[in-house]
């Protein structure tokens, strides 16, 4: 990729945490980059103040507060629906008919949109793996950005008459929140604004959450004492588990950065526009910053104290969102499925993908 690789966590950390010297790379984006990845007033996109500002939307939107009604409404009717369609069958593929069913349908939920149409929630999941896979190759030219900017319209064509919907007729759902919120919070916000940021959020709480799930079934159930504690203690313990998952098998590999001006990290210089990957995989695991980096340990004494949610003025917005999916897909499996298992006739599952990875496929018995 023509980069640095910054691999220790203190790297990473230093580099992810200082926007004036390592500036995202959206920031030398085209408009057609800035298009396909969801539109250039994006959260995700913007830089500086008007960055604050939409983040400060998102956060009053997706605070810890406002995860019960968020569980309540829409993420337990979408689990049970999703264990109701396959529980008499007696087995199951857990990466599709679970870990990437529920955050699109809980977003489709959240957005007033029919969630439980199957069609349209595959096509969207689609669509969005098609983005994430050319933004995970520095947004590259060629195919990959052509089925990206493909997607690209279709969301677009998708999300558009919700956004005018519902800048006059306010319900409940997302996307007149972020039209109330954003007009209290973001100075001069319009369609542009709520579109882009409409989809923002339906990507990022998508593929790498769906991942996320799939990774802590996994984990579950290939780990016999982590399975026991969290069966036991769905408080803390789950708690614990869910933050394990996402430092040892966070879904996203990296996250690029670029240097504004010539600098040291940790002793080694880095020239202006040089481009910086900071390789999450490696970070999280740095035996210098974790004792038995490679033991999943429920023990951990700052159990969140890792780098799969980013860090510093990028540290996820959705990050309570994720850990509730996360959570509550774990808790249905426990309360609903006690004989889960996989299933040894199946093909086993492996580490898949590239940018964003996570362990399938999951056949399992029960």
Same mark, same amino acid.
Request: without cysteine; aromatic residues 8%.
């Given at each position: 990729m023509n980069c640095w690789l910054a691999v220790s966590y203190d790297a990473c950390k230093i580099i992810e945490s200082d926007e004036d010297t390592f500036r995202i790379m959206y920031v030398d984006g085209s408009p057609k980059t800035l298009e396909i990845n969801g539109g250039a007033t994006g959260v995700s996109v913007?830089?500086?103040?008007?960055?604050?500002?939409?983040?400060?939307?998102?956060?009053?939107?997706?605070?810890?507060?406002?995860?019960?009604?968020?569980?309540?409404?829409?993420?337990?009717?979408?689990?049970?629906?999703?264990?109701?369609?396959?529980?008499?069958?007696?087995?199951?593929?857990?990466? !599709?008919?679970?870990?990437?069913?529920?955050?699109?349908?809980?977003?489709?939920?959240m957005f007033g949109l029919p969630w439980k149409d199957d069609a349209l929630v595959m096509q969207v999941a689609e669509?969005?793996?098609?983005?994430?896979?050319?933004?995970?190759?520095?947004?590259?030219?060629?195919?990959?950005?052509?089925?990206?900017?493909?997607?690209?319209?279709?969301?677009?064509?998708?999300?558009?008459?919700?956004?005018?919907?519902?800048?006059?007729?306010?319900?409940?759902?997302?996307?007149?929140?972020?039209?109330?919120?954003?007009?209290?919070?973001?100075?001069g916000l319009g369609v542009t604004e709520?579109?882009?940021?409409?989809?923002?959020?339906?990507?990022?709480?998508?593929? !790498?959450?769906?991942?996320?799930?799939?990774?802590?079934?996994?984990?579950?159930? !290939?780990n016999p004492e982590a399975r026991q504690a969290i069966t036991n203690d769905q408080g803390a313990a789950l708690n614990a588990f869910v933050e394990e998952t996402l430092r040892l098998l966070g879904s996203v590999q990296w996250r690029f950065r670029v240097a504004n001006r010539d600098v040291s990290v940790l002793g080694v210089s880095v020239k202006k526009d040089d481009v910086i990957c900071n390789l999450h995989a490696a970070a999280n695991r740095d035996p210098e910053h974790y004792s038995c980096p490679h033991a999943l340990d429920l023990n951990r004494k700052a159990p969140n104290d890792h780098l799969a949610l980013n860090v510093g003025p990028r540290l996820c917005a959705g990050m309570h969102f994720a850990r509730l999916?996360?959570?509550?897909?774990?808790?249905?499996?426990?309360?609903?499925?006690?004989?889960?298992?996989?299933? !040894?006739?199946?093909?086993?599952?492996?580490?898949?993908?590239?940018?964003?990875?996570?362990?399938?496929p999951l056949h399992v018995l029960f």
């Open positions: 913007m830089t500086g103040e008007k960055h604050g500002a939409m983040r400060r939307v998102y956060l009053k939107l997706l605070s810890p507060s406002a995860m019960t009604k968020y569980r309540v409404d829409h993420v337990l009717p979408v689990i049970n629906d999703a264990i109701d369609r396959f529980q008499k069958r007696g087995s199951a593929e857990l990466v !599709t008919e679970y870990a990437q069913a529920i955050p699109e349908r809980v977003v489709a939920s669509w969005h793996k098609d983005i994430v896979a050319w933004i995970g190759m520095k947004n590259a030219g060629g195919e990959l950005m052509q089925k990206a900017q493909n997607a690209s319209d279709k969301l677009n064509e998708l999300f558009l008459p919700l956004v005018l919907e519902r800048k006059d007729k306010r319900g409940d759902d997302f996307i007149s929140l972020l039209w109330s919120q954003g007009e209290k919070d973001y100075p709520v579109l882009h940021n409409t989809r923002d959020s339906a990507i990022g709480s998508g593929e !790498t959450t769906a991942n996320a799930i799939a990774n802590a079934v996994y984990l579950y159930l !290939t999916l996360m959570r509550e897909g774990m808790k249905g499996l426990i309360e609903r499925l006690p004989e889960l298992r996989l299933d !040894t006739s199946m093909e086993p599952p492996r580490f898949r993908n590239y940018s964003h990875r996570s362990y399938g």
